[in-house]
């Protein structure tokens, strides 16, 4: 079964530019979460989807969206990147909804904003 | 406003010694996950424990429940090499829908 994977591992974007992220879920899983992950902040929430519906928010300002297509796979938008958007987005699947739903998390893709 | 804090922060120990992380809250979590998160790669689920005082073993990993629920703590024997990682502990709070993390123990073991 493949895992999660997430699309492109590296990127390099200045100030100012948007960025467009990509996850495909494991076959038949359902719900997508996404998280920063930055040293020394650990994993912060950014958002779930479940059924092409966003069904949780973290803290995060608006320049940050996404969303979920019919087939679960999700892509995550950021808009006027700044510096402090550098870091680590992890996307993770799940079979079902909930937060006692065990995650299973791609490698992420390494944001670096200049 | 749920937290979880991880100690130490950091471990650097020999090859063959043993260790305990802690992953600790004044909250009561319905669940508490643990995940190892390798260098490159993302975090991944090693252990999930539910019931208060519930020890679960996986090969020289023991995981332990705080009877309250309200802590939880990775004890590795003889630790080798392959275990140097991220150990990320995420709880079931009150949110149904978003786990609470710890900022992570970063581990090394020297060969």
């Known amino acids: ?114 | 406003t749920q937290l979880l804090e991880q100690s130490p922060q950091f471990l650097s120990i020999q090859e063959g010694e043993n260790l305990t992380v802690y992953c600790n809250s004044s909250s009561v979590f319905s669940s508490l996950q643990w995940y190892r998160q390798e260098p490159g790669e993302g975090p991944v689920l090693l252990v999930t424990v539910v019931t208060g005082g519930e020890v679960k073993k996986l090969k020289r990993l023991t995981f332990q429940f705080g009877d309250a629920r309200k802590d939880s703590s990775l004890h590795i024997t003889a630790a080798q090499p392959g275990d140097t990682g991220l150990y990320l502990c995420a709880g079931e709070g009150d949110s149904n829908y978003q786990l609470i993390w710890g900022a992570g123990t970063k581990l090394i073991i020297k060969p």
């Open chain 1, 1 to 114: 079964k493949a895992g999660v994977t997430q699309t492109p591992r590296y990127l390099i974007k200045t100030r100012g530019q948007q960025v467009t992220l990509s996850c495909s879920p494991i076959s038949g899983h359902r719900s997508v979460s996404w998280y920063q992950q930055t040293p020394g902040q650990g994993l912060q929430f950014l958002f779930e989807y479940f059924s092409e519906t966003q069904r949780n928010k973290g803290n995060f300002p608006g320049r940050f969206s996404g969303r979920q297509f019919s087939n679960s796979r999700s892509e995550m938008n950021v808009s006027t990147l700044e510096l402090g958007d550098s870091a680590l987005y992890l996307c993770a699947s799940s079979p079902r909804t909930g937060n006692n739903s065990p995650l299973h998390f791609g490698n992420g893709t390494r944001l670096t904003v200049t």
